[in-house]
């Protein structure tokens, strides 16, 4: 077990719907990344966001967005939802504002049929 | 932004053979360099890095070197075992505004045949 929480572990929906991932980071961590990662495009910065305040954005979509709690979790919403959205979705934390310390979840695999 | 090309793309050993993936990065003033394992169907996890400030760093079968001149650091892990076959990432740590986040490799498919 990391310490980073990803729920839920499976997904399937149909296309045009909305869904929301949800991560726990590791206990002190401030920061929290999103990636998606597909078979050909390896691991795609989505966001981040560090104590709760969005600090860099990746090519993420405009159907998608996230925010973090003041609990410091994490949700990624992903709306009109389409085929090209199956992936695997991760969520990583880290200590500080840097990308030191990155540890992974264990993802959530979205299915869209 | 920062680019992380990495080679090869696929990669099978015998067992007991040395395995190199090489990565090269754009951004000069990146300053650290993490490798991750992923084994299938699991989260990517960290098994060595490397800071801008050193060029070789060793944990037992896996080292990691880095040449900053030329922008480009390669994992070399020795004496493989087929539990060492995975999907192995890079990833740079960028400057200025890129500095939040690493960047990946698209990563390499290591298989250890017995």
């Known amino acids: 077990d990391s310490g980073v929480t990803q729920t839920p572990k499976h997904l399937i929906t149909a296309t045009g719907q909305r869904v929301t991932l949800r991560c726990s980071p590791r206990?002190?961590?401030?920061?929290v990344y999103w990636y998606q990662q597909s078979l050909d495009q390896g691991l795609q910065f989505l966001i981040q966001?560090?104590?709760?305040?969005?600090?860099a954005k990746g090519n993420i979509l405009e159907r998608f967005s996230a925010q973090q709690f003041p609990d410091l979790h994490s949700e990624l919403n992903l709306s009109s939802l389409e085929l090209g959205d199956s992936a695997l979705y991760f969520c990583?934390?880290?200590?500080?504002?840097?990308?030191?310390?990155?540890?992974f979840g264990s993802g959530t695999r979205l299915t869209v049929v | 932004g920062e680019n992380v090309e990495q080679h090869p793309s696929t990669l099978s050993v015998q067992e007991g053979d040395s395995a190199v993936i090489k990565c090269t990065y754009s951004?000069?003033?990146?300053?650290?360099f993490p490798w991750y394992k992923q084994e299938l169907g699991k989260r990517p996890q960290l098994i060595i890095d490397?800071?801008?400030?050193?060029g070789e760093k060793k944990d037992q079968r896996i080292a990691v070197t880095l040449n900053k001149t030329a922008k480009h650091f390669s994992l070399h892990i020795t004496e493989t075992q087929p539990e060492d076959s995975a999907v192995y990432f890079c990833?740079?740590?960028?400057?200025?505004?890129?500095?939040?986040?690493?960047?990946f490799g698209k990563g390499t498919l290591l298989t250890v045949n017995p």
């Open positions: 990833a740079a740590l960028g400057s200025g505004g890129s500095n939040y986040k690493l960047t």
């Open positions: 966001y560090y104590n709760g305040e969005e600090r």
């Open positions: 490397i800071r801008s400030n050193v």
């Open positions: 990583a934390s880290s200590p500080g504002g840097r990308a030191l310390g990155y540890t």
């Open positions: 206990s002190g961590d401030l920061s």
């Open positions: 951004d000069s003033a990146s300053n650290y």
